[in-house]
Every structure is written in C-alpha cells, then in structure tokens.
C-alpha cells in the first residue's frame, strides 16, 4: 500500500506541473493571438519571431518534462532564428517545428487539464484501497488510475512534440552540410599534408640524389674513388627517399591495415608507440566475420593512432586501454588514458597539429566525414576517454 500511495503522489505531483503548464498555455493562447491579429496588421511584425521563440521554450520544457516521467528523451528539431526581420520571419512561419508546437498547444488545451481528474481520485483511494489493501490484502485498485492519468498525459504530449519528418529532414540536411564541410576541409588538409610530405622529405632527396648521381659520373674518369663515394651516398639518398615514400603510403592508407585487417593493424601500432597499451577486440578478428568497409577501418586506426599519439607526447601517461567492438550498427572504438586530462579544453592535443589530419579537430572531421560520431571526455587530472562509432553495414 505505501509503494502505490508513493507511485501515486509522485504521478499527482507529475499532473500538477502538467497543469501549471496548461495554465501557462491557457495565457500564452491569449499572447498567442494578439500577436497574430498585430501580425495581420504589420505593425507588430517583429513580435511574431519572439513569440515563436517563446513557443519553442514552452514545448521545450514540456518535452523536459516527458523526458523526466517516461525516462525516454523527446528529440526536438528546429531552424534557428536568425538574421534580418524578414529572414526572422520566413523561419517562424515556415519552419515545421512551428506547426508541430502549436498543433501541441492546441491539444494542450483541452487535455492538460488532466490534473483534475486525478483530485477526486485521492479520497475515493484512501478509502477504497486502504480496504482493499489493508483488509482483504488485495491489490489497489483506484490510486493506480492517478499513474495512468500522469502516462496519459506524458504519452500524449510524447506523440504531439514528436519532430515532423519535414523538421527532422531539414535537421538532417543542415547536419550533412556542416559534415560536408567538415569532409572537405579535411581533405584539403590531407592534400596539403601530402603535398608538404612530398615537396619537403621525398622530394628533397631525389633532388640530392640526382645530383650526386650527376657528380659521381663526372668524377668516374678522373677519380674513380671520389665517384664511388658519391654513389654511396646516392644509394643512402635513395633509401631515405623510399622510407620517405614509405611514410607518405602509410599516411594516407596503412598497408598494415590490409594485409592484418583493424584489429593486427591496431596491436602492431600499440605495440610499437611508447606507452603500454592494452587492446581488448571483440568481433572484429579475421574469423568473426566480414570485415569493416576500408574507409572506416582507416578512420578507426588513425583514431587510434592520433590518440595514443597524443597520450604519449602530450598527456604523461603510463598507460592506455583500446577496445575495438563490432555493433549492429558499425564499429564502436573506445580509448582511454591515465594521463593529466584537459585535452578537450586546451594543450595540444585540442587543435590540428602541423600533420593536417592530427589533434581532435581532425579526430572529428575524418569520424564526420563518414556520419560517424565522436565524444571526448577529459576533465582535468583525468582520465581521458574518446568514444568514437562509425556506422557501416555489414
């Protein structure tokens, strides 16, 4: 009997926040068509925005609300206001969480009242289930229906704010844009890693060796042991120019990563870094299936790879965790370090170093270049935690 008296004065509580913002709602109505009627008159044009914004919060705040009974979150997708009166304007009107708000606002009207459904219910319960309960130790049967009526409510309210799939449409399209940007940006970057790579290492030494080359067959008559030293030397030239080379070739697709698939790509990287690292892989061996797609396996080991890079140079840590996980969705990366912290908030681990590619901006970029999704977690004295998971189909 308790536990339902405790479920049901939680649920009356639910109902009367719910009312109180009916009651609010019963008001705004009122503000509501004052600046409809100003609107149409086109003198009180810029309230119109205002009160859009305003809706926003309301419905805002009812979704909170939901979200704390149900304990399932409702998502909400709008366009920003922003920009001039009549930019301001076009957004308030047109956008379809306008629509889905005020479709709410209506409803609201007649069914937040609820909570004066459940007030009658409280002395009929007392009575009613504090016999059933009490004597006949049956189940109680009238303080329950104040529960139903708090779900009633939350349910209702869940399925009206729920964002229209012209709102979640337009959300998605802004979000492509900026990852599209985002994607661009870095492959400029990568490009311009490359070229640098290229212009300033391997390039450099062919010139030497040319030279050398060029030197040597002058001297090969006069002074045959001055010409094979400089062919010596060429050959030095040469195998620097094709560690080089090498180095370049890893930089854009690690050849390790096709001949040992992500997870022997990942061990032989953490094993060769100068921290020791532990790697726990679950799903992603050579005989637990197909493998990732290439572009989210690269996407995944230069996670790894700048991570532990970071951790070694900048975090002073002992040692590190990679989990690398096959979900039902894609591959889920997670690594995490004993070191300082405060990557996310400063330090050099916080902005792209002068590889292009590197530091947690261009962590983000490669991740949301293929729609993926990357959180951070490094509050100061540690540990840091970088979660990253990359859809693919399997």
């Keep these: 009997m308790s536990a339902t008296v405790r479920q049901a004065w939680r649920a009356t509580l639910q109902l009367v926040v719910a009312a109180a913002t009916a009651f609010g709602v019963y008001l705004f109505i009122t503000v509501l068509l004052i600046t409809a009627v100003a609107t149409l008159a086109v003198v009180g044009a810029w309230m119109l925005p205002e009160t859009v914004t305003l809706i926003r919060r309301i419905a805002g705040a009812k ?3 939901v979200a704390a009974w149900t304990g399932r979150a ?33 409803a609201y009207y007649v069914y937040g009242a609820l909570f004066f459904l459940a007030v009658p219910l409280w002395p009929l319960g007392l009575v009613v289930d504090g016999t059933r309960c009490g004597l006949l130790r049956r189940e109680a049967l009238v303080l329950p229906l104040i529960s139903r009526l708090a779900d009633l409510d939350a349910h209702w309210s869940e399925a009206l704010l729920e964002p229209s799939p012209g709102a979640r449409l337009a959300e998605r399209v802004e979000e492509l844009t900026v990852t599209r940007a985002d994607a661009i940006a870095a492959h ?70 096709t001949d040992r698939g992500l997870a022997g790509a990942v061990r032989a990287l953490s094993a060769a870094g100068g921290i020791e690292v532990a790697v726990y892989v679950r799903g992603l061996e050579d005989s637990d299936g197909p493998r990732p797609p290439a572009a989210v396996e690269a996407a995944a080991y230069f996670v790894v790879a700048e991570a532990l890079t970071n951790a ?10 990679v989990h690398l996980t096959r979900t039902a969705r894609g591959v889920a990366v997670r690594v995490r370090d004993d070191g300082r912290g405060g ?18 901006l261009g962590m983000r970029r490669r991740v949301a270049a293929l729609d993926g999704r990357m959180t951070v977690t490094s509050p100061v004295g540690g540990p840091t935690v970088i979660e990253v998971e990359l859809p693919c189909v399997w």
């Design 63 to 65: 979704r909170h609300q």
């Design 74 to 106: 409702v998502p909400e997708a709008y366009q920003p206001i922003e920009g001039t009166l009549r930019e301001r304007l076009r957004i308030a009107v047109r956008d379809p969480g306008t629509r889905t708000d005020a479709r709410w606002m209506l």
């Design 188 to 257: 400029g970057a990568e490009l311009r890693r490359i070229e640098r790579d290229l212009h300033d290492g391997a390039q450099a030494r062919l010139v030497s060796l040319s030279l050398r080359i060029g030197l040597a067959r002058r001297a090969y008559d006069s002074d045959p042991e001055a010409a094979r030293g400089l062919l010596l030397d060429a050959q030095e030239q040469a195998e620097a120019a094709l560690t080089e080379l090498r180095h370049v070739v890893r930089g854009i697709h690690p050849p390790i990563l």
């Design 312 to 321: 070694a140079r900048h975090s002073g840590c002992d040692h590190a965790e």
């Design 343 to 360: 990557a996310e908030a400063s330090g050099p681990a916080a902005t792209p170093s002068t590889t292009g590619g590197s530091g947690l």
